[in-house]
């Protein structure tokens, strides 16, 4: 499923979409702290990256299940 699919603005899809992170799957295999280590991740744009991930029901490798 691409990354677009998650409810979060365009500018924080573009920054995972640059980094090589297309899909949410892909994105899942992060941990939080690699979320942060993106280019162009601020603390806003991972703010809404992750919240728009548990939104979706989704979770980060180092979030328990």
Avoid: Y
């Amino acid at each position: 499923v691409p990354v677009e699919w998650l409810d979060m603005p365009r500018r924080a899809a573009h920054i995972l979409r640059r980094n090589g992170v297309g899909t949410v799957g892909r994105l899942m295999e992060f941990s939080k702290r690699q979320l942060a280590e993106l280019s162009g991740a601020g603390d806003t744009a991972v703010k809404e990256i992750v919240e728009a991930m548990h939104q979706a029901g989704c979770q980060f490798k180092d979030e328990g299940k």
